[in-house]
């Protein structure tokens, strides 16, 4: 919302140092957004008078024009429309520097000849002076502006702040809101603006006293009208285009733009009938029938239902109540009679009617964040007081004043004095806090040691309770005044019960692993979200309100991402990379998986040492790096029963891919990526992935560490090698020797895999060297020959391998 | 008293290692390999004289020179590898200045890195971490936490929704609901996770971004305590010479509801274009637990009190990395990540 300074001081003493009154709004909860700093007008900006216009004789859009200054008369050569002579404008002396002020760039005014045509200065239109954006033709001032005086002696600079009112605040959406607020903050007086109304002739009186008719009261608890006849529609005075300009609003005519300064100075909105618009000269305040129709003041036809307000004459909706006027019933330069309308509507229904026919206004703004029920009054006399200044005619009603009988008023509250105190952790004292609600306007009354009553006035609709007391207290007080107490730290509850630890853990060694932590959007199209053909459509959680279709589906999984990131990289030529994401992602089949888990995806690809250089420089990750990685990963993890398997998955390549095991069960697979993954990505390099279920992982149960006595003997070594059946894994061999249990075996290790026509086909050669050592004593030859000879045996015989 | 030839062969073990260890060149090498193993060399010449060894002795004389022999061939050959890799670069001396072999360095995402930052700093203050699911009822996202029917962040443009009404939740706040359903105060917990809103991505929004809630229920919590949590939070995260400021704001949730700022770490206040002049940044919203709140989980707003405290994670690592745009968080280039 926007605040001008000048018209701001009209109500109080405000700071004269803008910054000093931006903290003070900032730290009693008024954020400000911005502040627009009025241009200062220069002092060779003088008032001056056009005395005589000629046509220019070489240029149809120039004029030559003979200008008093006050002091002398000057020729001055001017482009504008509207210098005609007897106009009073702003003329840049000779000499004065001006600003443009978006483009920054500075003009100094200089004799000069316009198409040989000597000119003394320029008139100036608004814009030119930054104090409006009207650029149609030169400024006309006030008729009687002192010639020769500067421009700033009737023009002051003014000060805009942009302020963020929070929902919970409707009383500050106005000048007099904020100054009001200002006034409690600072302690300064309020002064309300002057009105004046004369009495009404009580026969004329009469005749509109029943002209209201309200019937739905919950929905309009207060209605009050008024009617000025005889008035004359025209241009606003130069004030009131100032002030209404200064906030941004567009000048009208006297009538609307009184009604919009209202608005915008005590926050209450008004609206204005041409009474001979309205048919029986009735006002009835009622809901649409279902299929009525109206057209509004912008032109649009709006089909109403039953739950929208509006406001009727004795035959068709003039207006939609509270959110705009219609298009036929508003005031129009013809316009002679009018009745002002000042209102109070019920917040749900204008919110609801305003987002169903999706027309937003100042007026609904207010409305459906509640105003001041006593305000209505208020209101509707000032509009009176200032119509009958600017407009003329002759005010014939009272106020018509059609109000909900059972209007429920809010309830005091019982304010203990120790509680605000607990609750702010200060020692501020009774009589400094009833002081803070004085100021506030509320009413304090039964003040005793402990406690008091506050009623609260009509305008402050949030507060309703002692905690919504203890922030006024807060704020008034000034949050800044709150000591911090020494931190309190108290332990109320175990690390173990800490739901990040293992989650923390996990992506701490995956990073002592050498990966880069990535992270992707959780939301994907249909096609990449079903793309590792493990997820049907079905088994998608959909989100109803998408941003679009790319974003339309929870991730049901890390794989689609992970792949993105792998892409993009590669097509910034970033082709060596070891990353990975943990993540939740969702699934709508519940047979499947939990709606969320945890999923955590490895990613391998490119050189391993681009840093070096020769030979080394070409070494490229492949499967047995990602299975390292992953071993070692789930060493760190000193977890049981781990182990590989073979498997096909349409993720990865055929024969490049195998599942992982840890505590017995499956926690994931990995593999080179699919051809058809990545088809299009500009690489040499095979890229290897792994998915991870994380939330499994993370469930086992690790290993206990106890520590193992180490051997002070020496070790023993023996080798074995055989001829065995490509069909005989690695595991299976190694499975079969440590079964066998040869007497004080430490270690096998496999050093040698070979395979040549010699050895025949389907056949390869395996080499394993064995290291026998025992606890207690230094072994002798024989003992581990012995081993040795009886594991060699058992390995032909039980693995039908050929011994070599 | 063991046989003669085993004395010389341990001599001729600790000469031939002494030599080899000083070995410089090939030569130096081959030269021990000729006193050992060439044709008049000391072990063809020991070998010969195993035929007078006693049999009784045979065995223990043979294994004394059948390791030795092995061991002398593994310095030998050890001694060579070691002296080829040094010659490979022209002169005796490497170059130093050539790249090295990395050790490949993980680094966390700088969300993560800002998020196991306050986790700790809070966890060193007595918090500990609770979390709660993205997706989740209107009840727990917004009515547990006094939020008016007709407040605008329940509007689906803004708020994601789900077919059977559920939503994805648009804060951590939730949490606290889910908390303190299920455990009895003093309650004590951080929840950072993942939160969505319904934003079109720009430099500075996203459709889902992170955010630490913080908690605490006790007897005699004020707004004091919220405070001085804060303020030693801004001091561990960014340094002992920031500043603390609240502003009074509103949230459905709390009363009183503050905003809180802390002082520019770029100008240490003086105002700078990073916090806009005015000497402060904007970081996120807390205040005491709204009665209603304490009442909709069941908790007499007479006997406990507390504060609730929140903040955006990218908003922090935005202001501690001087990151320009939010969408650079979510595009994992590498040389992005690797600077962190
Ligand atoms: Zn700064």
Redesign the interface.
Known sequence: MKISYNWLSQYTDIPENIRELADKLTMAGIEVEAIEAGKIIPDGIIIAEILERKPHPDADKLSVCRVNTGSEELQIVCGAPNCDAGVKAPLATLGTVLEDDETGKKITIKKAKLRGVESSGMLCSARELGIQDDHSGIMHLPKDASVGAPLNSIIKSDTVFDLEITPNRPDLLSHWGIARDISALMGTTLRFPDIKIPAVLKAEAAKYKDSVEVLNKGLCPRYTARIVKGIKVKESPEWLKERIQSIGLRPINNIVDITNFILMELGHPLHAFDLAELKGQKIIVRTASDGETMMTLDGKTHKLKSSHLVIADAEKPVALAGIMGGEHSGVTDKTVDILIESAVFFPPNIRASSRELGISSDSSYRFERGVDFEMAEAASNRAVSLILELAGGEIVSDLIDVKAPEREMPAPINCRFSSIRKLLGTEIDNQEIVEIFKRLGLEVSEINENSCRVDVPSYRLDIEREADLGEEVARIYGLDKIPALPVNAKMVSSLAEDAYLKLETAKNELISLGLCECMNYSMSDEKSAVCDGKFTKEDLVELKNPISSDFAYMRPSLFSGILDTVRRNISRKNLDLELFETGVVFCANKNLYPEERRECCIVLSGRKHPERFSSEKNETYDFFDMKGLLEKWLEHRRLENTGFRKADDPRFEKGSCAEIIAGGKYIGSFGMLAGNFTRGMRTQYPVYLAVIQLDVLLGLKDRNILYEPLSMFPSVARDVAFVADESLSHDKIVEFIMRSKPENLEKVELFDIFRDENIGKNKKSMAYSLTFRNSARTLTDEEVNKAHEKLRSQLASGLSVDLR | MPNPIIEKISSALEISRQKLREAKTENDIEAVRVDLFGRKGLMPALSKEMSAVPSEEKREVGNALNNAKNEIQTLIDEAKAAISSVSSSASDEIDVT????????????P??MVI?DC?SIF????F????G???ETVYHNFDALNTP????SRD?QDT????DGRL?RTQTSPVQIRVMESRKP????VA?G?V?R?D?PDATH???FHQIEGLYV?R?V????L???L??FAHEMLGPSVG???????FPFT?????YDFSCIMCGGKGCRVCKNSGWLEISGAG?V??NVFKTVGLDPETW?GYAFGMGIERIAMIRYRINDIRL???????F??QF
Not at chain 2, 98 to 109: D, F, N, Q, V
Not at chain 2, 149 to 152: A, C, L, R
């Open positions: 050539l790249p090295g072999r990395t050790w490949k360095l993980g680094k966390k995402h969300v993560t196991d986790v966890r060193r203050m007595g500990i971490v609770a979390e699911p993205e997706i029917p007709e407040h605008p689906p994601f929704y789900f077919p994805l003093p309650i004590r917990i950072p993942r969505y319904r079109t996203g459709m889902n006790d005699n004020s707004l004091s305590d405070k001085s949590i303020l030693a603390v400021r609240l502003r009074p704001h509103f009363e009183p509801s503050v905003e005491m709204d009665p009190s968080l979510f595009e994992n280039d590498v040389r990540l690797k």
